[in-house]
């Protein structure tokens, strides 16, 4: 009998997937936001695009491709960013280019955690990419949490830049 851990591990690896044992806040984020089950997709990273996202990054950005999740106009994508030294994992839900819900699903860093606060998040609510890759409002930051507020600023205009790119992809 095999290790559900192993399982999920290898579940992971082979679809790209950083966070094993995050299937299950997947799971819960997408049916909080989603009435019925959204279809899995997903967005090749092409090269000019694969550069926008390390210019809004700072950094090279892994992988050739992103998993999301969509039904109608609303989209789902889980990112990781690292905050000072851990990756924070972000659900984010686009609708009709804008966005709707951030949450953050696994906070590893030992401080800033107010990032998950429903009084940070949803200053993210509305919030659009402008051509320059800015977001279309401002967000608050936190003391003491500067780079986790930097982070969830990139992984929510990644969101929204993957979002505008996924039309014209066929799955």
């Known amino acids: 009998m095999i290790d559900m851990r192993y399982f999920l591990f290898l579940l992971c690896v082979l679809t790209g997937s950083s966070h094993a044992s995050n299937v299950s806040e997947l799971n819960v984020f997408l049916n909080k936001h989603f009435e019925q089950a959204p279809q899995s997709n997903t967005l090749w990273l092409k090269p000019n695009l694969k550069q926008r996202v390390e210019g809004i990054l700072g950094h090279p950005y892994q992988g050739l491709r992103v998993k999301y999740w969509q039904l109608g ?96 992809v066929i799955p």
């Open 73 to 168: 106009t609303k989209s789902a994508w889980i990112l990781d960013e690292i905050g000072k030294e851990q990756p924070i994992t972000t659900g984010i839900i686009i609708e009709k280019g804008k966005i709707s819900t951030v949450e953050v699903l696994v906070y590893r860093e030992s401080r800033g955690g107010e990032v998950q606060q429903n009084f940070f998040t949803r200053q993210f609510v509305g919030a659009t990419l402008l051509t320059n890759n800015k977001l279309s409002q401002r967000v608050d930051g936190i003391t003491g949490a500067t780079m986790s507020v930097a982070a969830m600023q990139k992984m929510a205009k990644i969101a929204l830049l993957f979002d505008s790119e996924k039309e014209t």
